[in-house]
């Protein structure tokens, strides 16, 4: 409802179960259908990458190469983009928000969104807490390309899970 009626939400998710849950969710909310885009690849650095999928639970991972990962079943590929890629192919004049909450991919996908991040310099909400060395990368890189940003960190939770990164230019 915050995009408005001319506002768009463009979401990346590549498990079938929650696109599942996104599109059960849509179907309740025809009203929202089309001001959301649904990418079913993951957010990454290009748009050019396969990815292997691990699917298992909450322990879903990613990654560049085929691993030897026991209690799994057999990995599946995935194709990645950018959001820079995204921004030129959709036309976007601007952007005004990114969330990430990627399960340790956010500093790969931040640099695949430099430009964008840069040029419209969007309101950012990143998760730094699925790799200690996020609490230092992220903020590290989001300064160096827009040094004017603003940053503050928040934990959402009592336990060590939802610590996100916000930063603003405004």
């Known amino acids: 409802h915050k995009v408005g009626e001319k506002g768009k939400i463009y979401s990346f998710e590549f498990l079938d179960k929650h696109l599942d849950i996104f599109t059960k969710s849509l179907d309740l909310n025809p009203h929202l259908k089309n001001r959301i885009k649904i990418f079913k690849k993951a957010l990454h650095s290009d748009s050019k990458s396969d990815l292997y999928v691990y699917e298992n ?80 990368m992220i903020p590290k890189y989001i300064k160096q390309i827009v040094p004017e940003y603003k940053l503050y960190v928040k934990h959402h939770t009592d336990r060590e899970w939802e610590t996100v990164l916000y930063a603003s230019v405004r």
């Open 57 to 136: 639970g909450s322990g879903t991972f990613c990654s560049m190469e085929k691993i030897a990962c026991g209690g799994g079943g057999s990995p599946y590929m995935i194709k990645t983009k950018s959001i820079d890629d995204l921004v030129k192919e959709e036309g976007l004049e601007k952007v005004d928000f990114i969330k990430m909450d990627i399960e340790g991919s956010e500093l790969v996908a931040l640099k695949g969104a430099k430009r964008t991040i840069c040029q419209y310099k969007p309101n950012l909400a990143i998760c730094i807490y699925h790799k200690i060395e996020d609490f230092y």
